[in-house]
């Protein structure tokens, strides 16, 4: 196995493994440079549903996004092969997707990982970037991190949707449901290594104790800040590709393509452990 570390802060290019069959000190190896890299490329997988299914359950619990389902399609093509118009809910929603967020912050329960792989692409656009948000953290002036120590947001999909115009009913989808939006702190330190990382995104809004203009204008200040080279990665994808990242540190986001051409990804999403993934009490 080669562990290649990209020009940015995040990321390597893993080869000379398949995942379809790891043995021990392989997985070792791969859980060893996910928490270093945070993402991991692994080119040429072709990896079958069961598999991918089941790399993921290494990391994890599986969460199934679909009731009965633990890998879902990210796909603006219907099963009948024809494209979803860009004002129906699931393109809305891919749509969304083209903003930096984190996976299932807005869940009581937040995501530990991400695994993509790709099935059909089109002919230009459709990469995924993600950004290092441990070493935006790290880039912060002393007084931005003195002002937003003790800052918690709440996190939303009806919210980070509506600012796109797609307004959602509950029960729409994953994540579009009647409980008690989450409240996370900005600053979440990493279970496993201990590095302190910025936890924002399209998702997060109403930091408790600042006005709407004032917590929005913070949110989006951040992002910005933190959303920028050498802290950006960017994967032109080709098929059989398949990637892992780590949700606790890393914002992610879709880039726009040609939505008159298929983009069909599969996708898997792991639960985080609720002793650190959970939401603060209100």
Excluded at 39 to 63: C, K, M, N, T, Y
Excluded at 196 to 206: E, F, N, T, V
Aim: glycine residues 8%; proline residues 5%.
């Amino acid at each position: 196995m080669k562990v290649s570390p990209t020009d940015a802060t995040l990321g390597a290019v893993v080869t000379g493994i398949d995942l379809a069959s790891l043995d021990g000190a392989a997985w070792r190896g791969v859980e060893d440079a996910f928490h270093e890299h945070a993402v991991l490329i692994f080119p040429d997988q072709h990896l079958s549903a069961e598999a991918q299914i089941a790399f993921g359950a290494r990391f994890g619990r599986v969460e199934q996004l679909v009731p009965g389902m633990e890998i879902v399609p990210i796909s603006n093509q219907r099963k009948d092969g024809s494209l979803l118009e860009d004002d129906e809910h699931q393109m809305q929603v891919l749509i969304g997707n083209e903003g930096w967020h984190t996976d299932s912050s807005y869940m009581p329960i937040s995501a530990k990982a991400s695994i993509l792989s790709a099935h059909v692409l089109p002919s230009s656009g459709g990469e995924t970037e993600w950004a290092d948000m441990r070493s935006a953290f790290a880039a912060l002036d002393d007084a931005m991190r003195t002002r937003i120590e003790g800052f918690a947001a709440y996190h939303s999909l009806f919210h980070s949707q509506a600012k796109i115009g797609h307004r959602a009913e509950v029960g729409a989808g994953y994540g579009f449901y009647e409980g008690e939006q989450p409240l996370r702190p900005l600053v979440k330190n990493h279970p496993v290594t201990g590095r302190p990382a910025l936890y924002i995104g399209r998702h997060a809004y109403g930091i408790p104790g600042l006005s709407e203009q004032a917590s929005e204008q913070l949110l989006a200040d951040l992002v910005n800040f933190a959303c920028q080279p050498p802290r950006v990665l960017q994967h032109r994808w080709s098929v059989g590709d398949v990637v892992i990242w780590d949700n606790r540190c890393v914002l992610h986001r879709a880039r726009p393509y040609d939505h008159r051409q298929a983009r069909v990804m599969q996708h898997t999403r792991i639960q985080g452990d609720p002793a650190t993934e959970c939401a603060l009490e209100s």
